[in-house]
């Protein structure tokens, strides 16, 4: 009973259902979230926790990094997910799911050297 209890009460929280909108989308590294959400590193990686220790979110450890996941191994969990996230207002996490789209676009950017204009294939639309 404690088990479900814990379960509801880190879905309660309005800054862990946009952590986990955003983390459906796929594996996302804490500055990932970060630079989405606009919150400081403490404050994301303090919900994180809490999605982790109630059995929703996995991470994993690169170099320095730390990455999370859904965890998707439990169905009864995956289905709260869900169900939780259909409900949620579509603007509701619009803003953070735009900044993220932006944050990423930025990063791959200034990991590859490469713009988005850069990758065209051909066509008459490439190099303008």
């Avoid at 590193?41 to 990455?67: C, M, T």
């Avoid at 259909?86 to 676009?105: I, S, W």
Wanted: aromatic share 8%; proline share 2%; with cysteine.
């Amino acid at each position: 009973m404690e088990e479900l209890a814990d379960i509801f009460k880190a879905l309660s929280d309005t800054t862990r259902l946009r952590v986990l909108k955003l983390l459906e989308r796929g594996e996302l590294c804490v500055c990932d979230i970060v630079a989405s959400m606009q919150m400081s590193q403490p404050k994301v990686s303090f919900h994180l926790n809490a999605l982790k220790e109630a059995g929703f979110v996995k991470d994993r450890k690169e170099g320095r990094w730390i990455y999370y996941r859904l965890d998707e191994t439990d169905i009864f969990r995956r289905f709260l997910i869900l169900s939780v996230l259909e409900k949620l207002p579509e603007d509701a996490a619009r803003k953070d799911t735009l900044k993220l789209d932006a944050f990423l676009k930025e990063k791959r950017t200034k990991i590859t050297g490469i713009s988005d204009k850069r990758t065209c294939r051909g066509g008459n639309t490439c190099g303008k």
